[in-house]
């Protein structure tokens, strides 16, 4: 069975000390690959968009050069400019505690956006790095408001429902700490699974692009509790890993396990 090296866990566990101005990074970049040839079209766009909505959506967003590994993307305070769309890689955004803790918020994959909590305050409520080289698009959505009209108010609100909603569902996140850590890992590694799914990748055997010490800051774990639900479904024969490389060995048993804990808090209610 392989168990992940502690020379993985602790080189995993640095901070990005190189952000990259934004001003330079949003510089346009040449957009090598059209909407309609995309690859993740059916998860930003819809599995059955319309040509005519492919090529009007293409006209809004824009295009940023690569990100290089572990580096700024946004920073927590900074003035919104627009919801990022992960084209390529993978972003984690983090808030800072008051305690001066990095907490994780969310991990997001190719297809899937970010930065939309920034929309009520008119300023980003996470700091966003790449975990990975990154590829992204922006939807400049201050731009795409000040040219809509007045009739589309109502529009605009929705969306700052969503943006403060979406603001509470993070700081409401922060918060949980029911289950038991084998327990929301478990939760964490089939919500991965299925997301990878939803890419065409593998759902049983993957690379985890972030580190022990983010999952533990996203699960809101200490990281001996990780190493410890890591070690126990291994134990179980449920999962294998191998540095950062995670097998999923009996789905069935971790969907179980999920199961019985939802039920078990249904009790305790």
């Known amino acids: 069975m392989f168990r992940l090296s502690e020379s993985t866990v602790n080189a995993a ?16 970049a040449a957009r090598a690959v059209h ?13 059955n968009s319309e040509a005519t909505h492919v090529a009007e959506f293409e006209t809004l967003i824009d295009h940023w050069h690569p990100m290089p590994k572990e580096r700024y ?34 991990f997001h ?13 008119n300023a980003y409520v996470s700091s966003a790095i790449s975990m990975e080289t990154t590829s992204l698009c922006v939807l400049p959505v201050p731009r795409m408001l000040s040219n809509r009209k007045a009739e589309s108010a109502v529009e605009i609100r929705f969306l700052l429902l969503i ?10 996140a922060s918060m949980l700490s029911k289950n038991r850590a084998h327990e929301r890992l478990a939760a964490f590694i ?3 699974s299925c997301r990878f799914e939803r890419r065409h990748l593998s759902s049983l055997c993957f690379s985890l692009p972030m580190s ?29 890993s191998n540095g950062r490389m995670l097998e999923i060995v009996d789905k069935s048993a971790l969907e179980s396990l999920i199961g019985v804990a939802q039920e078990s808090q249904r009790e305790t209610a």
């Open 13 to 28: 566990a640095a901070t990005p000390t190189n952000a990259v101005p934004i001003a330079n990074a949003r510089c346009h």
């Open 35 to 47: 909407c309609n040839q995309c690859c993740m079209q059916h998860l930003c766009l819809g599995a």
């Open 73 to 106: 993307i946004t920073r927590e305070g900074d003035p919104f400019e627009g919801v990022f769309l992960v084209r390529s890689g993978s972003v984690k955004t983090c808030q800072t505690l008051a305690n001066g803790e990095e907490h994780i918020t969310g």
């Open 109 to 121: 994959f190719p297809g899937e956006i970010f930065g939309l909590g920034g929309l009520s305050s």
């Open 163 to 172: 943006s403060e909603l979406l603001n509470r569902k993070d700081e409401h």
């Open 190 to 192: 089939l919500d991965l």
């Open 212 to 240: 022990r010490t983010d999952v533990s800051r996203y699960l809101g774990l200490s990281l001996e509790s990780v190493s410890r639900a890591f070690a126990l479904l291994e134990k179980n024969r449920l999962i294998e």
